[in-house]
């Protein structure tokens, strides 16, 4: 059982949950510079949660997969889903052993999921293998620093509440040029690689997010599939 196992992602209830929601476009002004128009391409996203992500590249015009480990999120997800009339092929899955075929896709989306897998070196590798030639893996994830600890677990879940307790292993976060290595070795081509983390506070008292001029807390980038 993990705090992903809820199925009140869409109920504007849980802190943790309007905190994943403020992420997004924060995430689109850093991916939608390197994508272009999203309109008709084909993209999964892995470690959808309850689809926030999955939602908002739909509404875009993406035709999209989405899959996460967990079964109550993804129940949410496709709840959400039917009520607003959205195509959206929700699964429960492991990003290790994607049910999807080889080059079945233009952009394979990746937030919020390499800090919390033992076996990035797997993943990286089915989502090679699921991507088109010159496809596009977008990701963020937490840098491996004292800082990024201090703000992600000693603020944000045991000071502030923001997450709870529990959500991160500090132990799994990967600085970029441990990610950059594993993509490398994956036959990825690498781009550039952007700051992205806490900004500020909005009324309701959530973080919000976006760019930031260091990548010590957390990191955002993208990659092109080589085949």
């Known amino acids: ?17 309007r905190i ?27 470690g959808c949660g309850g689809g926030f992500m999955s939602m908002a590249l739909w509404e875009r015009g993406a035709k999209v997969s989405a899959l996460d480990l967990s079964a109550p999120a993804i129940f949410a997800a ?54 088109r030639p010159r496809g596009t893996l977008l990701f963020d994830t937490i840098n491996r620093t004292s800082i990024a600890r201090m703000v992600m677990v000693t603020l944000g879940e045991e000071i502030c509440g923001f997450v ?26 690498v781009g550039r690689i952007s700051g992205f983390g806490p900004r500020g506070i909005d009324r309701r008292g959530d973080v919000t997010f976006g760019r930031l001029p260091t990548t010590a807390i957390q990191y955002a980038g993208h990659a092109v599939c080589v085949k």
């Open 164 to 189: 709870p307790r529990g959500s991160h292993d500090p132990a799994l976060f990967l600085s970029p040029r441990q990610l950059l290595k594993y993509l490398r070795e994956g036959s990825f081509d």
């Open 78 to 131: 496709q709840r959400h889903a039917r009520m607003a009339g959205a195509q959206i092929d929700f699964r429960v899955g492991d990003g290790r052993q994607l049910p999807y075929a080889e080059s079945s896709f233009d952009f394979v989306i990746c937030v919020d999921v390499f800090e919390h897998t033992t076996d990035v070196a797997s993943v990286i590798s089915e989502i090679h293998r699921v991507l």
């Open 20 to 46: 994943l929601q403020n992420m997004v476009p924060a995430r689109f002004s850093l991916f939608e510079p390197i994508m272009g128009s999203w309109r008709d391409k084909v993209g999964l996203d892995l």
């Open 1 to 17: 059982m993990t705090i992903y196992d809820t199925s009140g992602w869409w109920d504007g209830d849980a802190r943790w949950l």
